[in-house]
C-alpha cells in the first residue's frame, strides 16, 4: 500500500490544497503562496517516488545543490530572477509550467535517491 498510496494520497491532498489556495487566496502576495504551495506538493510527490528502503545520508551536498537548484527555479517562476542568456534557453526548449513541475518531480525523487 506504502508503494502506490503515499503517492496517490499526495496528489489527492495535495491538488485539493492547492485549489482551495488559488481559490480563496485573495491579497497581495497570494500568487507566491500559491507556487511555493504548488512547488511543496510536486516536491514531495517525486520524493514519494524513491523506493529505496535504506536512504544515503552522506550525500549532503547533493541535496545542498539540490535545494538551491529548486529555490531557483521556484524564484524564476515567480519572476524574481531574470536571466536574458537563460530565458532564451528555457524559451527555446519549450519550458513552462508543466517542465518546472516535471523538474520539481524529479529533484524531489533525486533528493533522496
Do not use: H
Request: proline content about 2%; overall charge positive.
Amino acid at each position: 500500500m506504502k508503494k502506490y498510496g503515499l503517492p496517490l494520497l499526495i496528489i489527492i491532498i495535495g491538488s485539493f490544497l492547492v485549489n482551495l489556495a488559488n481559490r480563496f487566496l485573495n491579497f497581495q502576495g497570494a500568487y507566491e503562496i500559491c507556487t511555493v504551495l504548488r512547488v511543496m506538493v510536486v516536491f514531495a510527490f517525486g520524493m514519494s517516488l524513491c523506493q529505496r528502503k535504506r536512504r544515503n545520508q552522506n550525500t549532503w551536498v547533493k541535496k545542498l545543490i539540490i535545494a538551491f537548484f529548486v529555490f531557483f527555479l521556484m524564484c524564476w517562476e515567480m519572476g524574481y530572477f531574470v536571466f536574458p542568456g537563460i530565458k532564451g534557453i528555457v524559451n527555446f526548449l519549450g519550458l513552462a509550467s508543466f517542465g518546472f513541475d516535471l523538474l520539481y518531480i524529479y529533484c524531489g525523487w533525486a533528493f533522496f535517491d
